[in-house]
């Protein structure tokens, strides 16, 4: 399966568009990772928990996305678009989003 961004894919032709989709991943943060990344903006530097947490947000949104693709019979997903949301009373949670349009190639 080919998963890309732009909205066809070079030397290979689209004949037919299955429709748009979507996958989802939303993260609970823990408190633990909360006070290391409240240290972490104090006194700069990277949070390495939050872009790990981050990093599987994203990678369980793609494969998500694939398997959706992979249903419909799809070749590729093309147009591919990465939204990322903090959501709940607190924002203490992570959604990633990845949308994009399931295709067939010839």
């Known amino acids: 399966m080919l998963l890309t961004t732009t909205p066809s894919i070079e030397g290979r032709k689209i004949i037919s568009y299955l429709g748009i989709i979507t996958g989802e991943a939303i993260m609970g943060a823990n408190i633990m990772r909360d006070i290391f990344a409240s240290i972490t903006d104090v006194i700069g530097g990277r949070s390495g928990a939050y872009e790990e947490k981050l990093q599987d947000a994203r990678r369980i949104a793609l494969q998500e996305l694939?398997?959706?693709?992979?249903?419909?019979?799809?070749?590729?997903?093309?147009?591919?678009?990465?939204?990322?949301?903090?959501?709940?009373?607190?924002?203490?949670?992570?959604?990633?989003?990845a949308s994009g349009t399931a295709v067939r190639l010839e």
């Open 66 to 97: 694939e398997e959706r693709a992979a249903r419909l019979g799809a070749d590729a997903v093309v147009g591919i678009d990465l939204d990322y949301e903090v959501i709940g009373q607190s924002g203490s949670m992570l959604m990633v989003s």
